[in-house]
């Protein structure tokens, strides 16, 4: 079990589609992540917040939107996908941003057709 | 950022043998991570390392930290069909706050 809630574990979506993948932690931890992880591949940073700020942007396409409503709450905005954007969407959050652990969620499931 | 290389890709053992998985990056590192993801799962942190020739143990695993702070080891001792997963080391990003990059990962496969 995770303390990293991800919804929902799975998504099938259109090319034309928009939809957002959401993650909640209340362990406090100030620091959040997207990582996307495509099979027998490690994870690849995408976006990190950092006290509800955007700190890093791993120069992912526009089509790609993060959003940090609060320190809990961290989405993740699809548009235009195309389908090599097919992965595993793993939300994690850490105590701050410096070297600490990643507590991962389950992650999304994201296959776009 | 910093990036690291990580050794095998793939490791397949019968159960009861040992696995020893590897790190090593050109510059000096300030700490690096363990991880590990079972099949189907998501990456579960296993250990943090910071000192120079830092040896920690859990149960069968035990994780070094290489003198030069440029490799790093995780080591199994008599593997359990419970070890199948893919092990990543990770490490900072220098100055680049909160930037973990992931070795490519070692596939462990444990055969009963």
């Known amino acids: 079990d995770t303390e990293v809630t991800q919804t929902p574990k799975h998504l099938v979506m259109g090319m034309t589609n928009k939809k957002s993948l959401k993650c909640e932690q209340h362990?406090?931890?100030?620091?959040m992540y997207w990582y996307k992880q495509k099979a027998k591949k490690p994870p690849e940073l995408m976006f990190v917040?950092?006290?509800?700020?955007?700190?890093i942007n791993e120069s992912v396409p526009s089509r790609f939107s993060p959003e940090c409503p609060n320190s809990s709450l961290l989405n993740l905005h699809l548009h235009a996908l195309q389908p090599e954007d097919s992965a595993l969407y793993l939300c994690?959050?850490?105590?701050?941003?410096?070297?600490?652990?990643?507590?991962f969620g389950n992650g999304t499931r994201l296959t776009v057709t | 950022g910093q990036q690291v290389m990580q050794i095998p890709q793939y490791q397949h053992v019968q159960e009861g043998e040992d696995f020893t998985t590897y790190c090593n990056s050109s510059?000096?590192?300030?700490?690096i991570q363990w991880y590990k993801q079972r099949p189907g799962g998501h990456p579960v942190f296993l250990i943090q390392?910071?000192?120079?020739?830092e040896v920690k143990k859990q149960k069968r695993l035990t994780f070094q930290f290489g003198e030069a702070k440029k490799n790093s080891s995780l080591h199994i001792t008599a593997t359990q069909t419970t070890d199948v997963g893919t092990y990543f080391c990770?490490?900072?990003?220098?100055?680049?706050?909160?930037?973990?990059?992931f070795g490519q990962g070692t596939i462990l496969t444990v055969h009963p």
């Open positions: 994690a959050s850490s105590l701050g941003p410096i070297n600490s652990p990643l507590h």
């Open positions: 362990m406090g931890h100030r620091a």
């Open positions: 917040y950092s006290y509800e700020k955007l700190s």
């Open positions: 510059t000096t590192l300030s700490n």
């Open positions: 390392l910071v000192k120079s020739g």
């Open positions: 990770a490490v900072g990003g220098g100055t680049s706050y909160g930037k973990l990059t």
